[in-house]
Each structure stands twice: as C-alpha cells, then as structure tokens.
C-alpha cells in the first residue's frame, strides 16, 4: 500500500502562485511515477504533470500547463511538488496526487485550488 498526502492548495488572486506538494509513504519502492491531476466542478479530472520516480525523471505535461506550472521531486523526502504560477480561475480545482506501480493507481484525498480576485 502506498499513502499520500497534498498540501498547499488555498486561495490566491490572478496572476499568483501556489505551491503543492505531495509526500508518499508506504511501499514506496513499488512506484515508477507519481504526477498531478485536477477536477474542476462539472469536468472530469485530467492531467497536469507526471514525472517518473527513477533515473532523471521523465516528465510530462498537459499542454495548457506548459510554461506556467512545474512538477519536481525530491527522492529523499519521497515528495513530488507542484509550483503554479500565472494562476488563472480556470485553475480553481481540486488537485489530486497520484502515484502509479504495476499493479494499480494510488490517489490522494485532494487539495483544493481557488483562483478568484
């Protein structure tokens, strides 16, 4: 099993900047990538960013997200980040994470993502 835990969602203005964060415990060995998603209401969830746990890291975004938000991570604290930038209220969602082994997908409660002046 694996756990994951969000943090960092909130309120912030147009134009601003959040930073998520996603730390990973349990059988964490068994995971080859880890990423972000979002729902906003009446939508079904889609991709932001998924970067893969060995080597470099390979990373992939959903097109709109290019150039404004960044996903990282950090092998020694298990945790994958989200920085947004250029937040915009088509952002406000609810962001999940989501870690991948073979055998099934793991998801984090959600963290919720309000952009409004």
């Known amino acids: 099993q694996v756990q994951l835990v969000e943090s960092g969602g909130g309120l912030v203005q147009p134009g601003g900047s959040l930073r998520l964060s996603c730390a990973a415990s349990?059988?964490?060995?068994?995971?080859?990538?880890m990423g972000w998603y979002r729902q906003a209401p009446g939508k079904a969830r889609e991709l932001v960013a998924r970067i893969t746990t060995g080597g470099g890291g390979t990373i992939n975004y959903a097109d709109s997200m290019k150039g404004r938000f960044t996903i990282s991570r950090d092998n020694a604290k298990n945790t994958v980040y989200l920085q947004m930038n250029s937040l915009q209220p088509e952002d406000t969602a609810v962001y999940y994470c989501?870690?991948?082994?073979?055998?099934?997908?793991?998801w984090g409660q959600g963290t919720q993502v309000t952009v409004s002046s």
């Open positions: 989501n870690a991948n082994s073979v055998r099934r997908a793991y």
């Open positions: 349990g059988n964490i060995s068994s995971i080859y990538i």
